[in-house]
């Protein structure tokens, strides 16, 4: 029970037991715990809490003010979380696995039927499932996450059998006359299925995309809007969840734009063929359109990888305006297909759709132009810190390298001050540290790692610039420390990790 209602560590909490957030505690006299007030009625209880809440918000002090703006309505003061870790928490951290457990101990969880029989083998995984649906649920921002919220090593267990209230009354007992009285709650507008999650949001959470869109959310955008861009910073997954998508298509095709690919290789236009003659030969995007075209039944995937190393206008010449989907173009000249068959008038039929990555880092060429953004559906990547847990084993290493990456980033950004330059979490995922699908971290692996992969990477975003590499990385690990031991006390000091 005090596993559930502990709010800070067990060994090392300020407040005291009775900080514990469960409504009450099973002991003998109910009445007696500070949890219980004998005067208020349950079916006063939410006119109480909204009367308690009026009567601190006259103090310019408090944490919430009335909503000016909207009557009835409460808004957080401005500096509410350094207020609330300062003056409540006093320097401790809330503990956000206890704090889930709490919040879902009357929620139904309609989790995947292979966990019922071994249901020791997914805790790990119910851990992360509610730990992230209370972030999603309370709107709680990364910034809030950081500052209140200790992601400590608490698993949350499950079980099978529902636990009525009528039963949990069962084991309280009270002082004669104390019992609270049991009435159903005023708050009549509430859906029914409030405590249920189902089991399609419950795949959706367990996934590790972090704040990026999930194969299965792209699939159905790009279902709908036909052809789809996907930008971001190296390394954050861009090019991972289009191979996951290429599971629904009969076909795909890849091209990777660079500066001298030309409207000839990608439409069409005349070749020299074995015997030196001139022909005018179909490009690879007109040919696959009419392979595609042949087999309207299937669907038919394009990617095209770094959309903005090309001059896009000129590799698509007149076939942009095809992108609209309802048109059809004339062709400057007849292109021979492969099959020998000509073809003059150009459409995407409608079963091709198309994926093209962008590497917003890329500062040497241009982005693409409006007359093709406009066209298509536009994803932004992140750097995504969970998929680094999901993927780690800490056990033999001295810290987190998720949170190693994440104040990375957070220097990068203070002192360059371009988003576009974040290093994604392919950088600290190093296949050669793998082993049964995850990486076995220890402090040598990590010291490879950062001299030899993450170093030079921000050495060249600073490049002629020491001062902000000094400012992101420090005196000493630019150095690229060899001693084990000395590396990772720096890499501590530098990031606070």
Known sequence: MYNLTAVFNLENETGGKRTGLFPFSIVPSIKSSSFYNGGTIFSGLFNRISDTIDNTLTDDNKYMRKDETNPGFYRFAPNYITMLFNDFLKGDKISLGRLATWYFRFYEINVPDEWSSRPEDHIEDFTRLCTKKILDDLNITPDEKATLFDDDDFQIDFQS????????????????????????????????????????????????????????????????????????????????????????????????????LTYEQFIGGHIFDKTGNVYPKAGVFVEFCQQAQSDPTEKYLFLIDEINRANVSKVFGEVILTLDREYTTQLPISLTLINGSEISDFCIPDNVYIIATMNSADRSIALVDYAIRRRFGYVNFYPNCEIIDFMSDYSNVDLNVSKLMEKLNEKILAVLGDADLLLGQSYFIPKWALNAGKIQWTNDILKSLFNYYILPIVEEYTYGNRRYLLNIMGDNLILRIDDTTEFIKEIKKQFSV
Do not use: W
């Open 161 to 260: 059998n529902v636990i009525l209230g009528s039963t949990l009354r069962g084991m309280l007992s009270f002082e004669n006359g104390a019992e609270p009285e049991v009435t159903t709650s005023p708050m009549t507008s509430l859906p029914a299925d409030i405590t249920i999650i189902a089991v399609d949001e419950v795949n959706d959470l367990l996934t590790p995309h972090g704040n990026n869109i999930t194969a299965e959310k792209l699939k159905e955008l790009l279902f709908s809007v036909k052809q789809v861009i996907l930008a971001g910073p190296p390394g954050t997954g861009k090019t991972y969840i289009s191979d996951q998508i290429k599971q629904h298509f009969k076909d795909t095709h890849l091209v990777q734009f660079h500066p001298n």
